[in-house]
């Protein structure tokens, strides 16, 4: 079964253009925090808390090293927007996994639902 799952997401990031495949990664990273949110109580939520917050890391880190590039294609502003954006989540990550506090989730997951929304948008 893992190794299906495997294969079937090979295939789908394969057939995504980039701004779908950061629209896709941006909403699963925003439920995994979402999942621990809603699960709080659960025996297993430090450790589903750590792998939640070390994927969303994952994730704006790598935004973070495509903003910086000076051959990103983003206007400045629009980039130096989402820098300042990913230092917030940043420090509210860290915050969090020193002070778990469930409301602290909320924030992110909101960002990477609405950045996502707009990635599956249509420029124009």
Do not use: H
């Amino acid at each position: 079964m893992q190794q299906a799952l495997e294969t079937y997401s090979t295939i789908q990031k394969e057939n995504l253009s980039g701004r779908e495949l950061e629209a896709s990664v941006l909403t699963k990273a925003a439920l995994m925090l979402k999942n621990v949110q809603d699960n709080w109580d659960d025996p297993n939520r430090d450790q589903k808390l750590t792998e939640a917050i070390k994927f969303n890391q994952k994730v704006w880190s790598f935004f973070q090293a495509e903003l910086s590039d000076p051959e990103n294609p983003l206007p400045r502003n629009i980039r130096q927007d989402i820098l300042n954006l990913s230092i917030f989540i940043d420090k509210r990550l860290f915050e969090t996994l020193a002070f778990p506090e469930k409301e602290k989730l909320k924030i992110v997951v909101d960002i990477n639902l609405n950045l996502a929304a707009g990635l599956r948008t249509k420029p124009e």
